[in-house]
């Protein structure tokens, strides 16, 4: 199952009626999902926290088990706000979702991202002050080359998503709650489901196309056991790069990844049982959060930390609680 590549250099690339998807369109019912509880100690599966346990098993527990808090960096902060900018784009009636109106966008976004998450204020101005009315509006000025890479991409005056920023989430029969949050599904009754994730980085190179996608192929196979509909295209969309990187995923395809995503829950699972989070250090460490608490670092497991992750016996229940 090969992924390709592709960069808009005009209008032809640019999404249009031929562009979009083809195939059964699921009842709109179908896409509502409840939120189930997951496993006791190890909750519901996400791609993220998928990618941490491949990453580092340790990395998984501080994250997943131990839950312990992590800063928020500029990158991260601006990856939220131009999703929520591009999630509120779509409100607005198809003929004024241009560049300009985009970019009024940002203070409204990021006025309402600081209201939900004070402690993001901390990205413009690390001081004790409020940030300036300059300081913030510098901030925002950093945003917007994404924004214009967007609709360099694709005219969202041509596009109707579906949903955005939707919750899916499924239970493999003996197996992980599924869940996770999708940027954009378009569903076109001559095409059916295209399932959309922006990237505010830059594309990766040939190797690292596939692990790329393991998000997309998440959601693909959650959005199929939700509403029986196989996704007709995973799209990835790096706003750094201005690169499309895509998918038509395959039912084969998919049954192989759900077993893949299988095996890796019994891993966990093993794992949790022992209580033996083993550190997997490599270049991934640059950007981890945990450091002074990593063995591999030199660093010293918090007492709290290292007795939990172990499970009592009897105490690994279904991943259906
Ligand atoms: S520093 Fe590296 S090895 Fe240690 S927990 Fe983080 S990712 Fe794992």
């Given at each position: 199952m090969s992924v390709s590549t592709s960069r808009?250099?005009?209008?032809?690339?640019?999404?249009s009626a031929a562009d979009r998807p083809v195939v059964l369109v699921p009842p709109a019912e179908s896409w509502h999902a409840e939120k189930q509880p997951g496993h006791?100690?190890?909750g519901a599966l996400s791609p993220s926290r998928a990618s941490d346990f491949t990453t580092c098993p340790l990395l998984y527990r501080f994250r997943t088990i131990d839950r312990l808090p992590e800063p928020t960096s500029a990158a991260m902060a601006k990856g939220t706000l131009v999703h929520s900018v591009l999630e509120a784009l779509?409100?607005?009636?198809p003929a004024e979702r241009i560049l300009p109106n985009a970019v009024q966008l940002l203070p409204e976004s990021w006025a309402q991202l600081l209201a939900d998450?004070?402690?993001?204020?901390a990205v413009v101005n690390a001081g004790p002050d409020p940030a300036t009315p300059a300081e913030e509006a510098a901030w925002l000025r950093q945003a917007e080359p994404l924004l214009a890479t967007y609709f360099a991409m694709e005219d969202p005056r041509l596009l109707q998503p579906a949903h955005r920023e939707l919750h899916v989430e499924c239970v493999l029969p003996e197996g992980p709650v599924l869940r996770g949050f999708v940027d954009r599904v378009d569903i076109a009754d001559h095409a059916g489901v295209r399932i959309v994730d922006y990237k505010t980085g830059r594309a990766p190179g040939p190797r690292y196309e596939q692990k790329a996608m393991f998000q997309l192929r998440f959601y693909a196979l959650v959005v199929w056991r939700m509403t029986g509909a196989l996704p007709r295209m995973l799209q990835l969309t790096y706003l750094g790069s201005g690169d499309f990187l895509r998918l038509a995923p395959e039912a084969d395809d998919l049954r192989t990844f759900e077993l893949k995503v299988r095996r890796l829950w019994e891993s966990i699972v093993a794992i949790s049982e022992t209580g033996e989070w083993q550190p997997r250090p490599g270049g991934h460490c640059r950007w981890c959060s945990f450091t002074s608490l990593c063995p591999a670092q030199g660093g010293q497991l918090p007492a709290r930390a290292s007795a939990r992750g172990r499970i009592q016996p009897g105490q690994v229940a279904s991943a259906h609680d």
């Open positions: 808009p250099s005009s209008a032809a690339g640019r999404a006791p100690l190890l779509f409100d607005l009636p998450e004070p402690e993001l204020a």
